[in-house]
């Protein structure tokens, strides 16, 4: 066992039950969905909530779920060796780009394929296809033909896993990449290499280990996320009392949730006979000693102060629902709502085409379903399985279920328990509870007019400031239940400190009033009398409130409680600690990437330019790495480095990369010697052929001096492995594409020129000069002439190669940087009439070809097909007679 997952295995056996469970789930590969995601947001509400024990009604325990510990056997990591991916075939059906429909390519299944072509032939169209599919650190999209098809662009891509037979997928714009095999294949472009050096990245290999934790850290996320929905649904569940919520019966309501309320709560009984009767005995008695004038003003004030207590706390509930954040919460409930149900609508399509009512999968059907559900469930409860789908029996009309219906039946459960649809159901919930909210709002008890008197007695001002305050938010209110979204800000804002200001006001009269009733009842004892009645009948008053609404007050207390738990389960879902072991875990790994780097800077040639690899930071589970500038780590990579340094740096990035991925799949290099020197080219020509040894390598370029250099390395690594005895490294297999009239990316061998021989590109003259023949006898004139002239050009250079090769013997050729002097012992044959042989061959093609047209008065617009026989048939008899000679 590995550092990394003995590291794992001890940090996760730390972790709670549904933790372990769920790191074994995604170390097994299983794509959780929401149903598996809210059982594991259940589970660590309910550990939460096992952990107290002041639940007025103790929460029922369903079924618990059974959680396996992550162990060894759970953990796959990438062997060296598996079976790569490796590029069959890339057919372009339609629309992308420039490129021709039907355009295709097939690389060599093993060693480096050059797919070579000037600038416009289709290589960059076949590089964005493939990084729709493909691993790239640079996305790019895929545009139409702006010429030609309107078409949606599309593409297959065939593709082998080791030795198995051919795979192929199919990609259309504005599909989500397809997760999958082809994603082990990674693409080298510029974009990429700007993202190298542009700051931090993520490790584009990431050993299974670190994989489970950035995974669970994703999931801890989603999980985080239902039980935030759960405490919004808890809060928007309260409910308030506030003619109890006061004096003595304000310390229980501050407490709810609590130990010391529960307590008090099951103390809570109703008032005896004897005790009722006192209650309504009180206010008698209460007007008997109040004869006095100290009585009375006592009794009064009191009785005033209860009053502002109430209407202050009424009037904070309905501050707190219009406060900007509850309105903005509001509002999210209804877009969330809205959401919802669009998404849900879209699956209930499905469902509507099955159904044979009108209505099918609508909510009154809805409602239909869930009713029978809760029927057979609650009918079936002992049998093993109770789901409605399984029923034999339709629940509504009693009769048999046919397979026909049971599928049809299945098909609604799955509707009805589908993510679209539980997410619609969750917000419709939240929405609902949030409307009954604002319907409960106490104004009646705010906007009578004995309240806005009592009010002015005290400060007119607020009177008048409070009413214009309620009046706004009532309207605030209204557009919320109406499910109406003002564009811009209703001033919420100042709203809430205006009723701040008032209730602050009313407290404060609330307060002197009490002051005022304590400073009467010591200066007459009827008065003290009194306020000894009043106290009395206040408990009293407060102990019947408790006792009629004991069962909504419990239901609160619960509420609260929960709400505990959840918001301790919330920090359960905390990401910290798993990044934290990441960054532990990913410290050795992410050394030997940058120790990789190094190796790769050197076999480019970047030994002597002051750059490094080094490990950026850790977050959410993933580790991110950076290019920085030794000894010099804050300065931009790109504003020191030249562009061919840049370049070959994130080359090096690149190979990077795939340190100890154990993965040999495919990789495509997109033009990857842009702004490189001589000796810079060399050092990645080289490179690549290293890498075509272990796995199948693609590169696409114009640059016909950077192909030489592969075959020129690929001669002197042959060179080598001769001197120790081996075999010769793996073949170049070239590619030419061109563009013709029916778009880019056309294979074609006409053109491919480089490396093949006078005698292959004579025969390819041939076939061209049959095809042109056709058109010719067809008296497709304007296509013969283009064709003619094609075959023209391709003639004469066919005429130079030869010079190079044959009749020079090689001895000096284009691209190569040596001169072949041993060479030079075949030249001393050479005659007047050689040159003057190649010389008229040259001067007829350089006369007739493309880019040398002569004027059509002078009847020399296009060469005949006899006439272009007659011109190859020259070329190959000089061939053979200096061939014959040399022998």
């Known amino acids: 066992m590995s550092e990394l997952e003995s590291g794992l295995l001890e940090w996760a056996s730390k972790r709670d039950a549904w933790q372990q469970d769920l790191l074994r789930q995604l170390a097994t590969g299983v794509v959780l969905g929401q149903q598996s995601l809210r059982a594991y947001a259940d589970a660590a509400e309910r550990a939460e909530m096992q952990k107290i024990s002041h639940f007025y009604a103790v929460p029922g325990t369903d079924k618990l779920q059974e959680f396996e510990p992550l162990t060894a056997a759970h953990l796959n990591t990438t062997e060296d060796g598996a079976d790569p991916v490796r590029l069959a075939k890339i057919i372009h059906v339609h629309g992308a780009n420039g490129l021709a429909d039907g355009a295709a390519l097939e690389p060599h299944q093993t060693g480096l ?90 490790i584009a290999y990431v050993p299974a280990t670190l994989q489970i934790l950035a995974e669970y850290t994703r999931a801890l996320n989603e999980i985080h996320g239902l039980i935030s929905a759960d405490l919004q649904s808890l809060k928007l569940q309260s409910r308030n009392w506030p003619e109890l919520e006061i004096g003595s019966g304000a310390d229980l309501f501050a407490h709810l949730g609590q130990e010391a309320a529960l307590q008090t709560l099951k103390g809570v009984k109703p008032l005896s006979a004897e005790e009722q009767e006192e209650l309504d005995e009180l206010p008698t008695k209460v007007r008997n000693l109040s004869s006095s004038d100290p009585a009375t003003l006592s009794a009064q004030a009191r009785q005033r102060a209860t009053q502002l207590t109430v209407l202050a706390r009424n009037l904070e509930l309905i501050s707190a629902k219009v406060s900007s954040d509850a309105v903005a919460a509001s509002e999210n409930l ?10 849900a609508d879209d699956a209930r399509s499905l469902v509507k085409a099955e159904g044979k009512l009108t209505g099918t999968g609508g909510e009154a059907w809805q409602a239909l379903w869930q009713a029978a559900e809760v029927f057979y469930k609650a009918e079936h409860s002992h049998d093993q399985t109770n789901a409605l789908e399984d029923s034999d029996v339709c629940p509504l009309c009693q009769q048999d279920v046919d397979e026909e219906s049971k599928a049809r039946f299945t098909q609604f459960a799955q509707f009805m328990s589908g993510e679209a649809q539980l997410a619609w159901g969750k917000a419709k919930e939240l929405r609902e509870n949030d409307v009954n909210r604002l319907k409960e709002l106490p104004w009646d008890a705010v906007r009578a007019p004995e309240v806005t008197e009592l009010i002015s007695i005290y400060d007119e001002n ?320 304007s296509e013969y002439e283009s064709l003619a002239r094609e075959i023209v050009g391709a003639m004469r250079d066919t005429w130079e190669f030869f010079v190079e090769q044959e009749l020079l013997n090689g001895v000096v050729t284009r691209h190569e940087r040596r001169v072949q002097t041993q060479r030079l012992q075949k030249l001393i044959d050479l005659s007047p009439e050689d040159i003057a042989t190649v010389d008229l061959g040259m001067s007829i093609e350089s006369r007739f070809m493309t880019g040398h047209s002569a004027p059509v008065s002078d009847g020399s617009a296009a060469m005949t097909p006899n006439d272009l026989e007659e011109e190859i048939k020259r070329l190959e008899e000089f061939k053979s007679v200096v061939n014959a000679r040399r022998m």
């Open 113 to 202: 394929t050059i797919i070579a072509g000037k600038n416009g032939s289709g290589k960059s169209g076949y590089t964005r296809i493939l990084k729709q599919v493909a691993a790239c650190r640079a996305s790019e999209a895929v545009l139409p033909n702006a010429f030609r098809s309107t078409q949606v662009p599309r593409a297959v891509v065939e593709y082998t896993i080791g030795n198995a037979s051919i795979q192929s997928l199919t990609w259309q714009a504005a599909d989500a990449q397809p997760e999958g095999p082809l994603q082990r294949v990674r693409i080298f472009d510029t974009a990429a290499a700007n993202v190298h050096l542009a700051g931090a990245t993520e």
């Open 334 to 343: 209804i877009d969330n709502l809205q959401a919802c149900k669009a998404k």
């Open 462 to 781: 607020t009177a008048v400031e409070l009413a214009a305050s309620l009046h706004k938010a009532n309207a605030i209110c209204d557009r919320l239940i109406s499910s109406k979204r003002e564009a811009e800000s209703s001033g919420e804002s100042s709203l809430e400190a205006a009723f701040t200001k008032g209730i602050e006001r009313i407290r404060d009269a609330a307060d002197l009033e009490t002051k005022n009733a304590d400073d009467l009842a010591k200066t007459d004892t009827s008065a003290e009398a009194v306020a000894r009645l009043q106290g009395r009948q206040a408990e009293l008053k407060l102990r019947k409130g408790l006792a009629d609404h004991l069962e909504g007050i419990a239901a609160q207390h619960d509420r609260f409680a929960r709400a505990t738990c959840l918001e301790a389960s919330l920090k359960a879902c905390n990401t910290t600690s798993a990044s934290r072991k990441n960054s532990d875990l990913s410290a050795s790994y992410v050394g030997k990437v940058c120790e990789g780097f190094t190796a790769e800077s050197k076999k480019l040639g970047l030994d002597r330019v002051p750059v490094e690899l080094v490990f950026d930071k850790s977050s959410k589970g993933t580790s991110y790495i950076r290019v920085a500038l030794t000894d010099a780590a804050k300065a931009p990579v790109p504003s020191v480095l030249s562009e061919g340094e840049q370049r070959v740096t994130a080359i090096a990035g690149f190979f990077a990369d795939l340190t100890e991925s154990g993965d040999f799949s495919t990789l495509i290099f997109d033009d990857p010697v842009s702004s490189l020197d001589q000796v810079f080219r060399v050092k990645v020509a080289r490179r690549l052929l290293e890498e075509a040894e272990k796995r199948q390598v693609l590169v696409f370029t114009h640059d016909f001096s950077f192909v030489q250099y592969l075959y020129e390395e690929k001669q002197l690594r042959d060179k080598d492995a001769r001197t120790r005895g081996e075999g010769p490294a793996k073949d170049i297999h070239y590619l030419h594409i061109e563009r013709s009239a029916e778009g880019a990316g056309a294979l074609t061998s006409a053109v491919e020129w480089r490396h093949v021989s006078v005698k292959v590109r004579i025969g390819r003259l041939k076939d061209r000069l049959q095809a042109a023949g056709a058109l010719y006898r067809k008296n497709a004139i």
